[in-house]
């Protein structure tokens, strides 16, 4: 249970007030009241004064007076402010008890908000001829918080990753290994993802200003790509598949799992597309274009705006074309041509399938939904707009396909400059084709490196394995918690400095709230009993503490709503200041009144119950010793 019982009762009687005073049914809001004005406050008489023909004052002591026959459970009392606002007063003693004693149940940190409906969220979807760099890991972060926020408002999500393994950028590194004669075997030490990226990708796009005669070697790999039966198809198969592999490895490591991969080279020669094709011609939603840039083109045309070019002349499609096919498989607007074969077992025991043309003895699996979130940079926005409308048009009806929009994360000046580039003092976009990003994997081994030495100064006696537990949770944390506590329609500027720092608002900051909790309680050297008298827990950092876990489900209520990851990371922070408020206040284990003791120990057995499932949504694991 949390807050949202005193919300509940309070709903229930202003409905009973209004019906018998004769109010229409308004969206009022009820909402925590600032210090002094109660715990909760409405703004009901504003939207009822009008029809009463009252000032909002009047309305609200009117409120107040039918009010008093409801107080005396969690509601002590109600006052009407004088600027109109309905002020509600709890009794602290029962409400403490609800929301600490809820903390312990199974069912705490969930909400009953998506009714088990099925989901589906698509991120990550990184090419396969490079490594993730920091800001591939934006999304990666983004949609898999998005994933866990859905899940725990009883949603049965999907997630897929979208593996463009026929494209422009795979036909680019294939010229490298075939016709510029790159080993297919980097580096001793350097993962196959990275030299992919780093080495043969850099490298032969570089080359494509002084001999544009590979240009046209690249774009007929792509054709034979997509044909899918010739050797250089085969080749692209086998070098995808080993870049894939490691992709995964630096997802895993961020605690990232999925449900489905999918493959553009098997939506290309599923017949998808054809079937589509069709369909929108027939819609009359394409054009052939006889002249001009786009002759020989199939396009979309497009208002005020350069028509978007769905099939080349050359016969190739561009991803567009692909994309489309691909959402209407999503929304379960088509037969689903596909097999299903198990990739792997990920290391949290959730199984990993992918989509197969070949034969199959395995059941087969089913990732459509009438609801379908696309997790991709703000960048595409025109795009998955085109996308978005076009599937409506196959009359797709109360189905819904989202584009869940981020901005883009940048290089400061700084670290563009330790990189080798000059950027003039300005920040800089990221850009794998010209080699100018940070990869996500020296990152988390950079931040590794940096906790275990700072761990060490401060903690001498412990042991290897306890540091690599720590640098291994706090570096993740802090990659996550920096990719999503901003909203997403900012840019991130990565520094690589300051991702290195533990202290501020940060993910470490938020998780060494855990371990002082957890250590207090070793200390005490007993289990709370939460039978507990609660009124003794009266100070005002006891009771903002107790608040503070109360508003987890209403959070999470509204990260699902909104779709706002940073909705939970500000959680978070409030709450571990909230902690740390009252651990610098409060000595938990100086009292001598034994039951004072006990409810102090629940109350900070509540506060770990309710971080731990907070930061489970953010993909944060919390050490037991920092």
Known sequence: ??????????????????????????????????????????????????????????????????????????????????????????????????????????????????????????????????????????????????????????????????????????????????????????????????????????????RYASEPELQDIRNKMLKEIEDGHSEIAKFAKTITARVLAEQLKTCWRLDVSYDCLNFESEIVRSQLWSEIFEKLKELGKIKFEQEGKNAGCWVIPAEGEDDKVLVRSNGTATYIAKDIPYAAWKLGLVDDPFNYKKYVVQHDGRILWQTTLEPSDLPKQNFSADNVITVIDSRQARLQNIITKLVSDFGSGSKSYLHLGYESVTLSSDTAKALGIDTGGKNTQMSGRKGLYVNADSVLDMLEQKIIEETKKRNPDFTA??????????????????????????????????????????????????????????????????EASYDLLASEYELSLIRAIGKFSINIRDAANNLSPKVIARYCYSLAVEFNAFYEHVRVLDSDDGALLNARLCLLAAFKSCLQKALDLLGISVPQRM
């Open 1 to 206: 249970m949390s807050i949202q019982v005193l919300l509940d009762e309070i709903n229930g009687n202003l409905a009973k007030i209004t019906a018998k005073l004769g109010i229409p049914q308004t969206n009022y809001t009820l909402e925590p009241a600032k210090e002094g004005y109660g715990d909760v406050t409405c703004n009901i008489a504003f939207l009822a004064a009008k029809h009463l023909k009252k000032t909002p004052y009047d309305v609200a002591k009117d409120l107040a007076e039918h009010y008093a026959a409801f107080v005396g459970r969690l509601v002590l009392r109600v006052e009407a402010h004088s600027s109109g606002y309905l002020n509600f007063f709890a009794n602290n003693s029962l409400l403490s008890s609800i929301i600490l004693k809820g903390t312990q149940e199974p069912i705490f940190g969930k909400v009953d908000l998506g009714k088990g409906a099925k989901i589906v969220v698509e991120h990550t979807s990184v090419n396969p001829n490079k490594a993730l760099h920091i800001g591939h890991v934006r999304n990666v972060v983004i949609g898999d918080t998005v994933a866990r926020i859905l899940k725990s408002a009883n949603y049965d999500v999907s997630v897929l990753n979208y593996v463009d393994d026929s494209g422009l950028q795979v036909a680019d590194i294939l010229v490298g290994f075939t016709r510029l004669g790159f080993s297919q075997t980097p580096d001793s030490g350097q993962k196959f993802d990275q030299y992919c990226g780093d080495v043969v990708y850099v490298k032969t796009t570089e």
């Open 465 to 530: 394995e306890i540091l690599a537990e720590i640098a291994e949770k706090i570096s993740v944390g802090t990659i996550r918690y920096e990719m999503i506590k901003q909203d997403l329609d900012k840019i991130i500027t990565f520094d690589l400095t300051k991702s290195l720092s533990l202290e501020g608002d940060t993910a470490s900051y938020i998780q060494y709230s855990y371990v002082r909790a957890t250590r207090i309680l070793e200390k005490a050297a007993t289990v709370p009993n939460f």
